[in-house]
């Protein structure tokens, strides 16, 4: 009988086979014309995994003109460590779980290997090689907290059954995912459904493959950028300054202006919400203050905020009026005026809760542009 056989990457070829051939045979012909090694192979026949190697295809239920859907699986050796951990555990890629039988293929596929459990005792021993691995290699943590946070953050909590039951949910989620996109591989091609789940794989390909060339071609733009800070003194206390020319206005945390000692001069009629990406309270306006950058002094007026992760943000209106240029070949930052130059921060010198930042805030409260004034409601 002749049999189509074709795997993930549309390989497609027709073998003429005997009906009473034996799966493990079979896996040694697919071998010589696939190149896949026959222990690593998963064959699926109408969304079914064939798993006993001594059983022959008739028996199976494969009939002349099937196709059968070729997988390959790579697992990790005896004595083999867990390789890097370093990736979104959402892109494992697991065998199907058949529904009449409780046996389950060994799989894995990308930088991880992991079997498919059926059991609450298999994935316990799962998550444990896991756990153990992040804490054996520490570096990986990192890793996951950017790929991972969810898992990551189960890790970090210490706690062994939250951790394992949130790595068997993905892994029970990726398991499903895969099942459904081998039933899909074996409907019918002109069902509406199947259009629909054909167009969405062809769009998660076009999404890998511009991320594989992102990080092959331009592996920084994964990394963090150092926000733009710079040494100053309000009032005498020295101040880290935030520089955004996207801000509209100058503003100043609750906690800086009372370090500065400057929160005596707010004017509480100009008090309200700042409305943008979320809401804010504006406590008030100090309307002149003077800022010290490398010994010149600059005037300026400051929007007080009650809740601002930032000490203090220089906006465009301090920016525009002392002409001021960022460089950032020179990485510094030129005040026109005075042509005073100071240098901006480096990521070392940053407090850690900003450091650890990739954007100044998580309320997008200083742009006080059109639908996004603060309302200026006076609490008279």
Not at 99 to 125: L, M
Not at 371 to 379: E, M
Request: glycine share 6%; aromatic share 4%.
């Amino acid at each position: 009988m002749k049999l189509t056989v074709t795997t993930l990457t549309d390989v497609i070829i027709t073998l003429d086979v005997s009906p009473d051939m034996e799966l493990e045979n079979f896996k040694a012909l697919c071998e010589c014309e696939i190149g896949y090694p026959s222990q690593e192979m998963v064959i699926t026949h109408e969304g079914r995994p064939l798993l006993d190697n001594k059983t022959d295809l008739n028996t199976f239920g494969v009939k002349d003109g099937d196709v059968l859907l070729i997988q390959r699986m790579n697992l990790p050796g005896p004595g083999q460590q867990l390789p890097d951990l370093g990736i979104d555990f959402s892109a494992i890629k697991l065998p199907t779980t058949p529904a009449p039988s409780p046996v389950t293929p060994p799989g894995a596929a990308g930088n991880i290997s992991a079997s498919g459990p059926s059991t609450s005792t298999s994935h316990q021993e799962t998550a444990e090689r896991v756990r153990q691995e992040l804490i054996n290699f520490p570096d990986r943590l990192l890793q996951l907290k950017q790929n991972n946070p969810s898992l990551a953050e189960a890790f970090l909590s210490g706690n062994k059954e939250l951790f394992g039951e949130v790595l068997s949910r993905q892994l029970a989620e990726k398991s499903e995912r895969e099942l459904k996109r081998i039933q899909m591989l074996n409907a019918d091609p002109f069902d509406p459904e199947y259009q629909k789940l054909i167009a969405e794989e062809i769009r998660q390909d076009n999404v890998d493959s511009n991320m594989e060339a992102a990080i092959e071609y331009h592996p920084e733009s994964f990394g963090q950028v150092t926000m733009l800070y710079i040494n100053c003194k309000v009032n005498g206390h020295p101040v880290r300054a935030f520089i955004d020319s996207g801000a509209q206005t100058t503003i100043m945390s609750q906690a800086c202006a009372e370090r500065c000692g400057i929160m005596r001069l707010v004017d509480k009629r100009w008090s309200g919400y700042a409305k943008g990406v979320g809401v804010q309270k504006i406590l008030g306006r100090v309307h002149l203050g003077h800022i010290e950058i490398n010994n010149v002094f600059l005037q300026s007026s400051f929007s007080i905020l009650e809740d601002q992760i930032m000490d203090m943000l220089l906006g465009l209106d301090m920016l525009k009026r002392h002409q001021c240029c960022i460089d950032l070949k020179r990485n510094v930052l030129i005040i026109g005026t005075t042509e005073t130059v100071t240098p901006f921060l480096s990521e070392s010198d940053l407090p850690r809760n900003i450091a650890n930042q990739s954007e100044p805030t998580e309320m997008d409260l200083s742009r006080f542009g059109p639908g996004g004034n603060p309302d200026r409601r006076s609490k008279n």
